[in-house]
């Protein structure tokens, strides 16, 4: 790792979303409404992921959800639990990654998530996974994902073997379409420091 100028600034959701995008799930027009921030009505399925987090880790209206849930999930959250949403970057070359940690244990940082279709394995390839390199200074060794499709609670957890080739060959691929379509970018907060 290399400390060069920054000349993209990414966070895992937007580099995600571009992984829809090579995969065929969100057209060219939506990523570059991602990009640009164009605000979208928040849907029900995104406002239950946020209540849920709050209920976990704040206790705010825990009688929403299933308590056996919410002890299974909470059971997997690092004791002590020293900070909730901390932020993390981390630079790659000409590429600074940075975002949000849902919580920060002593040796692991864990990530709560919802969905409605849990797929074994899915988050090895997620954009979050920078959040590893991001916190080393701080003691973190792993990082632990807990998803609950609301009626069962999964966990994934890497450490810091694990492989981002996938993610850099995307974060390369991201920053040539940004510059493809530079002409289409409102939002400039994407372009450097």
Same mark, same amino acid.
């Given at each position: 790792m290399t400390f060069n100028t920054v000349k993209y600034r990414l966070y895992p959701t937007l580099?995600?979303?571009?992984?829809r995008y090579e995969k065929g799930y969100i057209n060219e027009n #939506?990523?570059?409404?991602?990009? /640009?921030? =164009? *605000?979208?009505?928040?849907t029900e399925a995104q406002r239950k992921g946020v209540s849920f987090e709050d209920a976990v880790i704040k206790g705010i209206d825990e009688e929403e959800f299933d308590p056996?849930?919410?002890?299974?999930?909470?059971?997997?959250?690092?004791?002590?639990m020293l900070k909730t949403q901390v932020y993390c970057e981390y630079q790659l070359d000409d590429v600074l990654l940075y975002g949000y940690v849902d919580v920060l244990?002593?040796?692991?940082?864990? #990530?709560?998530?919802?969905?409605? /279709?849990? =797929? *074994?394995?899915?988050?090895?390839?997620?954009?979050?996974?920078f959040y590893l390199p991001a916190l080393r200074t701080k003691g973190i060794r792993s990082l632990r994902y807990v998803i609950t499709d609301f009626k069962n609670v999964y966990q994934e957890e890497y450490d810091h073997t694990l492989d981002f080739d996938h993610q850099f060959r995307q974060i390369r691929e991201f920053c040539a379409f940004l510059e493809t379509h530079r002409g289409e970018i409102t939002d400039l907060r994407v372009f450097g420091g």
């Open positions: 580099l995600n979303r571009f992984d #939506d990523l570059i409404n991602s990009i /640009n921030r =164009v *605000p979208v009505p928040q056996e849930i919410l002890s299974r999930v909470r059971a997997l959250l690092p004791r002590p244990g002593k040796m692991v940082a864990v #990530d709560i998530k919802t969905t409605s /279709n849990y =797929v *074994p394995g899915c988050y090895a390839i997620s954009h979050q996974n």
